[in-house]
Nanobody, 121 residues
Framework: QVQLVESGGGLVQAGGSLRLSCTAS????????MGWYRQAPGKQRELVAS???????NYVDAVKGRFTISRDNAKKSVYLQMNSLKPEDTAVYYC???????????????WGQGTQVTVSS
């Protein structure tokens, strides 16, 4: 099985920065797409940023120019650098990795435990 461990959340003032990390471990054969989602109180979970195996990235409009997603396949990690944070960025952030596990091969999405990001005004 696969486990994802997140870190890097916290409380920051508006305009500040945080860097979230998410590292996978377990019966990993290969890593595919990775992404970061967030869920604010009373809201549905939304995709914030994603990165493909080839390194192509996509961002929700609200974070373009402020957030950067990256990956390190050797470390089995995905990162989210968040700059110029705004109060509306406040949410629980979840990482997601699409993982192919060791034989018998099976591909599935795995989720981190979530990390709270709170931005004060």
């Amino acid at each position: 099985q696969v486990q994802l461990v997140e870190s890097g959340g916290g409380l920051v003032q508006a305009g500040g920065s945080l860097r979230l990390s998410c590292t996978a471990s377990g019966s990993i054969f290969s890593l595919n797409a990775m992404g970061w989602y967030r869920q604010a109180p009373g809201k549905q979970r939304e995709l914030v940023a994603s990165i493909t195996r080839g390194g192509s990235t996509n961002y929700v409009d609200a974070v373009k120019g402020r957030f950067t997603i990256s990956r390190d396949n050797a470390k089995k990690s995905v990162y989210l650098q968040m700059n110029s944070l705004k109060p509306e960025d406040t949410a629980v952030y979840y990482c997601n990795q699409r993982v192919t596990t060791t034989p018998p091969l099976k591909t599935a999405d795995y989720w981190g435990q979530g990390t709270q990001v709170t931005v004060s005004s």
